[in-house]
C-alpha cells in the first residue's frame, strides 16, 4: 500500500501562476486535510473534506480551493500564487473522524518568487 | 480553540528513557490525546493515542492521569533516530477542525 501520496513534490512559481497540487490516498478513508507548515512552526489546517463531494474550510483557507469529486483524491488549488504561500504543503487522511489517527503524506515545497 | 502547551526542546542520549509532557488544561470529556513524531522532510507520523491511564505499544507509552488535563509521552531507550518534533493533539471525534492543532511541537535532540 502506498498510503498517501502527494504529487509534485517540488514546484517553483511565479507571482500570480496557478497550480494545482494533488493528494491521494489507497486506503479507504473518508477524511483527508490538507495542511501547510512553515518553518520552525505547527502545521495549518487549510481545508478539509469529510467525505466525497464535500469540503470546509479550515484554519487558513484565503487564497486556497479544493475539490473532493473522487473518494481517493484531494486537490489544493492556488489560483494566483503569492510570495505568503510558500511553504511546504502535507495532505493527510483519517479513517472517519477528526480523532482519529491521520496518515501523512511526505509534502510539496512550493516556492513563489 | 483546544490548546496544549509542551516544552520547546528536549536533550537526551542514547539508551535513556525521554518524557516529554503536554498540558491540555481545558481538555473536554469526549476528547482523545494523540502524539505524533515528525522527521526533516517527512509528514508527522502517529504514534499513539489514548484517553485515559495508560497505553503502551510497540515503541512508546502514553501516560494520562485521572484529571487528564495532562499527558506524558514516554520514550523508552532513545536512539539517535528518535531525533525529531513531537506533536500533541488533543480532539474529539465530533469536535470539528477547530481542535486539530500542531503547536510548534518538542524538539527531541538525542546525542551519541
Known amino acids: 500500500n502506498a498510503g498517501v501520496t502527494q504529487t509534485p513534490k517540488f514546484r517553483v512559481l511565479k507571482t500570480g501562476q496557478s497550480m494545482t497540487l494533488l493528494c491521494a490516498q489507497d486506503m479507504n478513508h473518508e477524511y483527508m486535510y490538507w495542511y501547510r507548515q512553515d518553518p520552525g512552526m505547527g502545521l495549518r489546517l487549510i481545508h478539509y473534506?469529510?467525505?466525497?463531494?464535500?469540503?470546509a474550510k479550515g484554519e487558513v483557507p484565503d487564497g486556497y480551493n479544493v475539490s473532493r469529486l473522487k473518494k481517493q483524491n484531494f486537490l489544493l488549488g492556488l489560483e494566483s500564487a503569492a510570495p505568503s504561500q510558500t511553504s511546504v504543503y502535507f495532505c493527510?487522511?483519517?479513517?472517519?473522524?477528526?480523532?482519529?489517527?491521520?496518515?501523512f503524506g511526505d509534502g510539496t515545497r512550493l516556492s513563489i518568487l | 480553540l483546544a490548546k496544549t502547551t509542551q516544552p520547546i526542546s528536549m536533550d537526551s542520549y542514547e539508551g535513556q528513557e525521554v518524557n516529554i509532557t503536554c498540558s491540555h488544561n481545558?481538555?473536554?470529556?469526549?476528547?482523545?490525546i494523540t502524539w505524533y513524531q515528525q522527521f526533516p522532510s517527512q509528514g508527522p507520523r502517529f504514534i499513539i493515542q489514548g484517553y485515559k491511564t495508560k497505553v503502551t505499544n510497540e515503541v512508546a507509552s502514553l501516560f494520562i492521569p485521572a484529571d487528564r488535563k495532562s499527558s506524558t509521552l514516554s520514550l523508552p531507550r532513545v536512539s539517535l533516530s528518535d531525533t525529531a518534533v513531537y506533536y500533541c493533539l488533543v480532539g474529539d471525534q465530533g469536535g470539528g477542525y477547530n481542535k486539530l492543532i500542531f503547536g510548534a511541537g518538542t524538539r527531541l535532540a538525542v546525542h551519541p
Open positions: 493527510a487522511s483519517s479513517r472517519d473522524g477528526f480523532n482519529q489517527p491521520q496518515h
Open positions: 473534506s469529510v467525505g466525497e463531494g464535500t469540503t
Open positions: 481545558n481538555i473536554a470529556t469526549n476528547d482523545y
